[in-house]
């Protein structure tokens, strides 16, 4: 009886560990807004970024589990950049108008250049990656000690725990995102 | 006529109105009030006055607030400050709220520059972003 207990409850534990993994427990938080379609359409602004940028876009595109796919187009509404902004305190700002239907009308993702000029490439596509993901309709999320979610809000995603693409738990993200949007 | 007034109240039911809103990155996450204190230039407690300006840098709002300095804590004797913050009238930033006129906040501040070698500018930004602005 004891025993046929015990097996239940290592049972779920493994079954826990499995689906989260260490430290993974689902974290992911959405924005009120989103795209109506999953194929998303974005034009490069980033210049001098814009080998960084395509590293991002390529790990969400290419990570498992993904539901959208982002794709180069002229005039889009959805605009990459790399602009000084000064020290604000914020490496990345991303820009986001939203209409009565939840849905997003403009979206901007910007590198603050006062900052990612000082960062190596590893750290730059962290950072984009990040920004890509609230464009993709993912809030902030997420706490250290590491892992954390490409969604974590600070810098220390790269530079303390080493996340350069998105995780298993922003890809949940997405996935809900398009799960809600199709629902509507 | 109740096909007109359907049509008429369809018509009369407002447009979906844009909202705006702001995610911002910590390029520095601040990890408690002494690595705070330690990385700002001054740090103050003071009340938002109604005086702010606003401005957009490549599509990005910002606004520039004046604050009065009723005690500094650390840093050079000021008795205003202007701080700049991302945001504006009618934008949502989550992370790090815009002052509001007749507030009384404890602020800790780092000099606003676009460069090191920039000529000051006279602002201030709040140390690690929402972490440095605490309502008082």
């Given at each position: 009886m004891v025993s046929s207990f015990l097996v239940r409850l290592v049972s779920v534990a493994v079954l826990f560990v499995a689906t989260a993994?260490?430290?993974?427990?689902r974290a992911y938080t959405l924005e009120a807004c989103a795209w109506a379609g999953t194929s998303i359409a974005y034009t490069d602004?980033?210049?001098?970024y814009a080998g960084t940028t395509e590293r991002a876009v390529a790990d969400w595109n290419g990570v498992r589990g993904s539901p959208v796919r982002l794709y180069a187009a002229n005039g889009a509404a959805l605009t990459f950049q790399a602009r000084n902004?000064?020290?604000?305190?914020?490496?990345g700002i991303t820009v986001m108008s939203c209409d009565g239907a939840g849905h997003f009308v403009h979206v901007t993702s910007s590198y603050n250049t006062y900052y990612a000029d000082r960062y190596g490439s590893a750290a730059r596509e962290s950072l984009f990656g990040h920004e890509i993901g609230h464009a993709l309709g993912l809030a902030h999320t997420g706490a250290l000690?590491?892992?954390?979610?490409?969604?974590?809000?600070?810098s220390d995603r790269y530079f303390s725990c080493g996340e350069v693409g998105p995780q298993p738990d922003d890809v949940a993200g997405v996935q809900a995102v398009v799960h809600r949007v199709q629902g509507r | 006529m109740a096909a007109g007034s359907a049509a008429l109240a369809l018509c009369a039911r407002p447009a979906p109105v844009a909202t705006e809103r702001i995610v911002t990155t910590d390029a520095r996450p601040a990890a408690g009030v002494a690595e705070l204190t330690a990385e700002s230039d001054l740090v103050v407690r003071g009340v938002a006055t109604g005086r702010r300006r606003s401005e957009r840098v490549a599509g990005v709002p910002f606004v520039v607030t004046e604050v009065r300095v009723t005690r500094v804590l650390a840093g050079p004797a000021v008795d205003m400050v202007w701080v700049r913050q991302v945001g504006g009238p009618g934008v949502e930033t989550p992370d790090a709220p815009v002052l509001v006129a007749g507030h009384g906040y404890l602020l800790y501040l780092q000099r606003f520059a676009y460069?090191?070698?920039?000529?000051?500018?006279?602002q201030y930004v709040t140390t690690g972003g929402g972490a440095g602005v605490v309502a008082a």
């Open positions: 993994g260490p430290g993974q427990a602004q980033s210049g001098a902004f000064g020290r604000s305190g914020y490496d000690p590491c892992p954390v979610p490409i969604m974590y809000h600070g | 460069g090191p070698g920039d000529r000051p500018s006279g």
